[in-house]
């Protein structure tokens, strides 16, 4: 699935992957097929947990209530090798209903990590150098 395809229009993505390998290559894809600086770009958000708790779950969504500082796309890029269910939970209401111009990317070792309403509220690839 190519998900930066203009007819895939959603606002919330799980990319299955190694976050070494998947962000470079996220953000790469996102300046080059979107035009969209992420260097230096305070819309531009990125979190690495080893394990995501409710707290980093709650800051990530009060940060995304906040205001845009341009009119371009704000970006949550959130890697994590294991995510409380609370944390999830805590998630949920952000990744179904988005600020305007919001867009989500969860990156997880794999799909097991997920709860199942977390699930259903994105896209889920499998993230090869080949998805993009």
Known sequence: ???????????????????????????????????????????CHIYR???????????????????SFGQARRLFIISANSI????????????EEPGDNTTFYLVVPNEEVLISTVKSRLLITLWRQSSV
């Open 1 to 43: 699935m190519d998900i930066f395809s203009p007819k895939i229009n959603h606002h919330g993505f799980c990319l299955i992957g190694e976050a070494e390998c998947v962000i470079p290559q996220l953000l790469n894809e996102l300046e080059k097929r979107w035009n969209i600086q992420t260097k230096a770009n305070p819309d």
């Open 49 to 67: 947990f080893d394990r995501m708790v409710v707290s980093d779950s709650r800051d990530i969504v009060q940060r995304s209530h906040r205001k």
């Open 84 to 95: 409380t269910a609370s944390a999830q939970n805590a998630l949920l209401k952000s990744l």
